[in-house]
């Protein structure tokens, strides 16, 4: 059961995460999109973190498809808005808490990440599976939210972006 616990902590420590840059940026970095280093701003990689969330927390009849995004564009538009999903999400997240067998369930994936024009096939997964795999997904979008926003001149907190393992193991040299 700790594992369990462990992954749906370790998805809302990364969605707080992100809350936290959000609530400490302006709206104007958010939105921006200059083009110059990047063909879409942080807002539009929350936005796909998010809608991953979103598919996960509305699974339904044992199917998770990720291909199917709404892509809202008010998440990438609205700071606030965004922060008040992630909220949301969090909040979805912590009811499977309470119901440790959940995780267990046996689900049925589709995510080609729009290659081709006909669906995906389905593949064989768990929730838990699919929460590790939204971790990384996560992470590896904020370090690309990162480094867009060093090229406009924020510097993030050194943990954002960052994977859980390499940070031990930047630990682990250091004593």
Request: glycine fraction near 6%; charge should be negative.
């Amino acid at each position: 059961m700790q594992k369990q616990v462990l992954v749906v902590n370790s998805n809302i420590f990364f969605l707080n995460q992100g809350i936290q840059l959000l609530s400490d940026i302006s709206d104007s970095l958010y939105i921006s999109n200059n083009g110059e280093y990047n063909k879409s701003g942080i807002g539009r990689h929350f936005r796909h973190i998010i809608e991953h969330y979103y598919s996960l927390v509305n699974e339904k009849n044992s199917v998770i498809d990720y291909d199917s995004r709404e892509r809202d564009l008010k998440l990438e538009d609205d700071r606030q808005f965004m922060i008040n999903t992630m909220k949301e999400i969090i909040s979805s997240l912590e009811k499977l808490l309470s119901a440790p067998d959940y995780i267990h369930k046996e689900v049925n994936v589709r995510s080609n990440e729009g290659i081709g024009e006909e669906d995906s096939p389905l593949s064989k997964s768990t929730i838990q599976r699919e929460l590790q795999f939204l971790i990384s997904h996560t992470v590896h979008h904020y370090a690309l939210i990162g480094l867009i926003l060093k090229t406009m001149g924020y510097n993030p907190v050194h943990e954002f972006g960052i994977a859980p393992s390499t940070l031990k193991y930047e630990q682990q040299k250091k004593n």
